[in-house]
């Protein structure tokens, strides 16, 4: 069965996955210190682990992941990857780090690539989990209380969505949208309130609506893509993303921002889209803002923002509040990543889809999987799948009497049109992903970077650093103890648990480049989506600029330290915060001292030349620096040139007409900024052509 979105049991073979439990355990034992392993039993980490993966919708990641331990498993294999003929359970702790480290550092690829999959994945769990549904006992060391538990005040909204009904019958509609995010939400209102019946399949479920602001895991199981395990083939970049009622509206920080006018005039030169020229899309932006009650909130900034702002300020660099979709926000919750439990996002769940069911013309069925477009002489016709009814996968069809509207995302979009038997050859071609990298800086006062609103300030005095419209975005991130600790890098156990013991007093800059080349997906064997990615080298030099200007920022704000998320970590501090004061060492010496006790060797003084050396020298290959993308676009890109593109400037496929494309897929390049709004902006245009051809 092709890939399902979790809805299908893991295959048998699998089971044979626990024989693997001693082994997960000696490399926890390994990452983790023994007052951690007293917390946190590391056979109840690696039980967790293997859970997660036996339950993983990706049948590629599970074969992978079950090959890895395979190979560390065998005599031969662990000789390959760590150095020793005895396999890790049989070393002692200290030598399994050291294995370990051999790995992490090491020039070929595949062993990094081999350590990182292992860290992450433990670190999250260990970090992330909430054992048995109480606090991790982790968390109170580093001040952090977890998601509260919904209290009477919260009103879920009246349910307009349903589960697959029981009926052997097929669904019927004018229109099949296949995903509730940012482009299906918007077609959905659209052709509702034209007088069409709209079917809306959306492979994620309710939990977003229904138990928003989760625990960090549970959060990224119920409502991410892939369970929150997405990786490009490599595992050089993690990749988030929506898949939930309302996608990754339902998800995002609420920043609304428009793209710069260039993309777009360079849309309309390089790939010939009539009617997206910047006139347009800005009137399309408005129509979009007042839907969402996007405006700006100068005062509610967290600290983290302000540390950007302040940072900025200092330097003389352009820093502004972002416009966000929120009504009555206040920055009061910490679990905006997790959905709104006081449902102040407008994300398509309360604001576009709402008012397509408001029409009485809306069946929206959640967890159900489109696997393929049935397309016959040349028209789609409907849409064959997998969803859930009464806790079991059941096979169903949707048929179309007018079309079939693809909104699934970038990675899902090409996958569904692959399995589907379009065979126009950019499909799938073009990714973009705003490849990401984080400096993180130590700061003297409480931080708390999980608080408040995530991403209320913005900077985009990089924006081009090449003259033509491309260099990096500089932002802030919502930060929890599992996605730390899994971006973290790996000195020993000792170094990794003091750096989490100072998550408190960390904030977290990010630096998202408007990449220049592109990667693909495919499909594989079962049909599950593949992403190759490979960082080009003008972008990764954009990202070296954008590291160089966060280390400025946090210096200008009052950071003691600062690090990088490269493989081993590159840490600066400032020549003058190291001085003793009159009358005895001052507070950042004494902080330093006792940093030395864990990795002395390791902190250099920051000026320009030397950051700039040391990136040079760590690089970016892959598994050398921790990165993510949030924003995935271009794989089914528009052009009006049907050789160039997918899909022609009204959102239809060249090749089936009726088969139309509305979510971040049909850009045509990067856009160097927060996407969606511009693929609301790019549904409404695609909208105006269907319903007045």
């Known amino acids: ?48 682990l293997i859970t ?8 590629s990641l599970r074969q992978d992941f079950q090959r890895l331990l395979a190979v560390l498993n065998h005599p031969v294999g662990s000789l390959l990857l760590t150095h020793s003929w005895k396999p890790l359970p049989a070393l002692s702790v200290e030598e399994r780090e050291r294995r370990l480290l051999w790995m992490a550092n090491h020039s070929v690829g595949f062993k990094r690539q081999a350590f990182q999959g292992l860290k992450r994945l433990i670190m999250w769990v260990a970090y992330g989990n909430s054992p048995g549904g109480k606090p991790n ?83 990224l199981q119920s409502l991410y893509l892939g369970n929150g395990i997405v990786v490009t083939r490599d595992s050089s970049i993690m990749i988030l993303a929506g898949s939930a009622l309302g996608g990754g509206t339902t998800i995002n920080w609420t920043t609304s921002l428009r793209a710069p006018e260039n993309v777009f005039e360079e849309w309309v030169r390089d790939f010939a889209l009539d009617g997206w020229d910047c006139q347009t899309m800005q009137q399309q932006y408005g129509r979009v803002e007042r839907d969402l009650h996007v405006q700006c909130h100068p005062d509610e900034h967290n600290a983290p923002n302000s540390v950007l702002i302040r940072g900025c300020e200092a330097l003389g660099m352009s820093v502004k509040s972002t416009n966000r979709n929120v009504k009555d926000c206040q920055g009061q919750c910490d679990f905006c990543a997790f959905g709104c439990r006081f449902r102040s996002k407008q994300s398509t769940a309360e604001s576009y889809l709402k008012r397509a069911a408001e029409t009485g013309r809306l069946q929206l069925i959640i967890h159900a999987k489109a696997q393929r477009v049935e397309i016959l002489n040349g028209r789609a016709v409907g849409v064959v799948g997998v969803a859930h ?65 995530p991403q209320s300030a913005v900077s985009g005095a990089l924006l081009n650093l090449d003259g033509r419209g491309y260099g990096v975005l500089l932002e802030t991130p919502a930060l929890y103890p599992g996605i730390a600790a899994s971006a973290m890098p790996f000195l020993n156990a000792k170094d990794h648990a003091e750096q989490m013991r100072r998550l408190p007093n960390g904030a977290v800059l990010l630096a998202i480049a408007r990449d220049c080349r592109s990667g693909q997906v495919t499909v594989g064997k079962l049909g599950e989506p593949i992403i190759d990615y490979r960082l080009d080298k003008p972008t990764g030099n954009h990202l070296m600029k954008g590291m160089d200007a966060l280390t400025k920022i946090h210096f200008s704000a009052g950071a003691t330290e600062v690090s990088t998320l490269h493989q081993p970590p590159l840490r600066f501090y400032r020549e003058t915060d190291w001085k003793s004061t009159k009358g005895g060492q001052s507070k950042a010496a004494q902080t330093r001292h006792s940093r030395e006790r864990w990795n002395p060797q390791r902190t250099t003084a920051y000026d320009e030349h030397t950051f700039y050396e040391s990136c040079l020298k760590a690089g970016f290959a892959p598994n050398r620096i921790t990165m993510f993308s949030a924003h995935q676009m271009g794989t089914c890109r528009a052009s009006g040139n049907r050789h160039q593109g997918v899909v022609n400037p009204r959102g239809q496929c060249w090749e089936v007409p009726n088969l139309i494309v509305t979510d971040a897929s049909l ?17 409404h245009t695609v909208c105006d052509h269907l319903l007045n051809p």
């Open 389 to 453: 009814l009464n806790g079991q996968p059941v096979s169903f069809r949707a048929n179309a009497a007018k079309g079939v509207v693809v909104a699934a995302g970038a990675v899902e979009t090409p996958a569904l049109l692959l399995r589907s038997g379009v065979s126009h050859p950019q499909v799938g071609k073009n990714l973009r992903l705003h490849p990401t990298v984080a400096v993180a800086g130590h700061y003297d006062s409480d931080i708390h970077p999980w608080k408040g609103a």
């Open 137 to 219: 006992p982790l968390w109170q060391a580093m001040g952090y209380e977890g998601a509260p538990p919904l209290d009477s005040s919260f009103q879920p909204p009246e349910r307009y969505w349903s589960h697959l009904p029981d009926s052997p019958h097929p669904l019927e509609a004018d229109y099949i949208v296949i995903g509730s995010g940012a482009g299906g939400g918007v077609v959905a209102a659209r052709l509702t309130e034209a007088g069409h019946t709209v079917l809306v399949l959306e492979m994620g479920g309710d939990d977003g609506q229904t138990r928003p602001g989760m625990n960090e895991l549970e959060g």
């Open 667 to 683: 850009f045509p390049t990067a856009l160097g900024v927060n996407p969606m709004l511009t693929i609301m902006a790019c549904a």
């Open 52 to 59: 997660l993966i036996e339950n993983h919708p990706n049948p």
């Open 1 to 48: 069965m092709p890939y399902s979105a979790g809805i299908d049991p893991p295959p048998a073979y699998l089971k044979g996955v626990t024989k693997y439990l001693l082994l997960l355990t000696a490399i926890c034992e390994a990452l983790l210190t023994k007052e951690i392993c007293a917390l946190r039993p590391p056979s109840e980490i690696a039980q967790r």
